[in-house]
């Protein structure tokens, strides 16, 4: 039994350690994608966000999840209030 709680813990803690690694990795390439938007001027940054709209086309109330809410929500915050 303290075999199988030590290897639950090991595992645990291997999962906790990818999950900081892929925030890292996610902030990381928010930083980047800002310092690129911020370089653009006004006409090349509405061509991309229109892009990035017609790449998410507008989903049916009923059919929303939360995890498409959340992806939603994340890209409009990156193109309207980019980090600073």
């Known amino acids: 039994m303290k075999n199988l709680i030590a290897e639950l813990l090991l595992k645990l803690a291997e999962k906790e350690e990818e999950s ?17 938007l911020r370089k653009l001027n006004s006409e090349q940054f509405h061509e991309i966000a229109t892009g990035i709209k017609l ?18 929500n994340y890209v409009e915050k990156l193109l309207n209030h980019p980090r600073v």
């Not at 900081?20 to 690129?36: G, P, S």
Request: charged share 20%; glycine share 0%.
């Open 20 to 36: 900081k690694e892929l925030v890292v990795q996610v902030e990381a390439l928010e930083i980047v994608v800002t310092a690129m």
């Open 55 to 72: 790449a998410m086309p507008p989903v049916a109330p009923a059919a929303e999840t939360p995890d498409t809410t959340l992806l939603r």
